[in-house]
């Protein structure tokens, strides 16, 4: 019950022999506990993810939760500080965590926990965790750059930043199976940039609203509220002539608001077929049809041998899971559309659980 996980000598994580001596002991009821965690965390905040990682394997299961509770955390992290620099400190606690976790000495706190698991194993099975610590780093310094709520300046950026969120979420699950393919990060980076603008949208009744003022345990008034916030880019407000202040004053009867949502939600809905089109010629053994824009970048160095139509079929089937995400975001498009592109009405989704099943049987988004 109480047997230990330790990375085994002579593999390549840890590599700092001096760090790889210092053996870290995590039981097997520090990892219950953690995994309890997590699937709690996805359950209560992002029931969604929870839908997902209730139809993955099971020994897929570690990693997703472990990677979607530490996106949680981030996410939600602007929200719990009352001010910048305590928001600054607490992404760096995260990013000292990531870097010890990696390093054999995972601090006490279950995300990392759970994660130290998945690793060490990743690592007995000779994958690369330090591809899973370069996408989570990079996770955490693109949180930490829009912690503020900036505004994006155009389309362009707005995408930018989900290739550097929800894609690079998806390039760290991917990392985990393991599959290092170029088919395969080619989808994950549509599907994220997808859901990376859905999140935006799906944001906006919540940023667009003042938040109340943040209060102690004792109900003192420690820090004034957040001040609302419009996410949309600047361009497409520029272009259909929707003002901030009248979103913030009138709400969805701004002018111009459901216009701008259209052509954003477009924006998302055009990477979604995209991606559908890729799956299905990948699937008819043929090419994907799409250049990949990334293809050289860091961590996206691939063999120069094509590889073989089973092969690709391979990587596809064993993780198709991670493709998943592209579900519940054109799930929430289709819903946004019924509204007339008013995210203000948009209601949650009896349907989205039989869509996943359904996309998992005929294993497409």
Not at 19 to 33: A, H, L
Not at 112 to 138: C, D, H, N
Not at 198 to 212: D, E, K, Q
Request: hydrophobic share 40%; with cysteine.
């Amino acid at each position: 019950m109480y047997r230990a996980f330790r990375a085994r000598q002579g593999l390549r994580w840890p590599r700092d022999p001096l760090r790889s001596c210092r053996r870290c002991y995590v039981t097997d009821v520090d990892i219950e506990k953690a995994r309890q965690y997590c699937v709690a965390q996805l359950r209560q905040s992002d029931y969604d993810s929870y839908l997902i990682r209730n139809l993955l394997p099971n020994s897929r299961r570690d990693a997703y939760d472990a990677l979607r509770a530490f996106n949680l955390e981030l996410v939600r992290l602007p929200e719990l500080v009352s001010n910048p620099a305590i928001g600054q400190m607490r992404m760096q606690f995260w990013r000292d965590a990531v870097n010890n976790t990696f390093a054999g000495k995972p601090p006490k706190e279950p995300i990392m926990i759970l994660l130290y698991k998945v690793v060490s194993q990743l690592a007995e099975m000779g994958g690369t965790p330090s591809s899973i610590k370069f996408w989570l780093l990079r996770l955490i310094n693109t949180r930490e750059k829009y912690m503020d709520n900036r505004p994006f300046t155009n389309l362009a950026a707005l995408e930018d930043y989900a290739e550097n969120t929800y894609s690079t979420l998806m390039y760290s699950n991917l990392a985990a199976v393991p599959i290092h393919s170029m088919h395969m990060d080619h989808l994950a980076s549509h599907i994220g940039k997808a859901c990376g603008i859905v999140a935006v949208l799906r944001g906006i009744p919540f940023l667009a609203a003042a938040s109340p003022p943040v209060k102690s345990p004792q109900g003192a008034s420690v820090g004034s509220g957040r001040n609302p916030v419009l996410l949309l880019p600047l361009d497409v407000m520029a272009e259909t002539g929707l003002r901030e202040e009248d979103v913030y004053r009138h709400g969805p009867r701004a002018e111009g608001f459901q216009d701008a949502v259209f052509k954003v939600a477009t924006r998302a809905h055009d990477h979604l077929i995209t991606a559908r089109e890729m799956l299905k010629n990948l699937h008819a053994g043929e090419s994907p049809g799409h250049e990949y824009e990334h293809h050289g970048e860091e961590q996206h160095e691939y063999p120069t041998a094509i590889p073989g139509d089973g092969d690709t079929k391979r990587d596809l089937r064993r993780g198709f899971g991670v493709l998943l995400e592209g579900v519940p975001a054109g799930d929430y498009l289709s819903r946004l559309e019924a509204q007339n592109f008013d995210p203000f009405t948009v209601k949650s989704s009896w349907k989205l659980p039989w869509r996943l099943w359904r996309a998992v049987k005929t294993q497409q988004i």
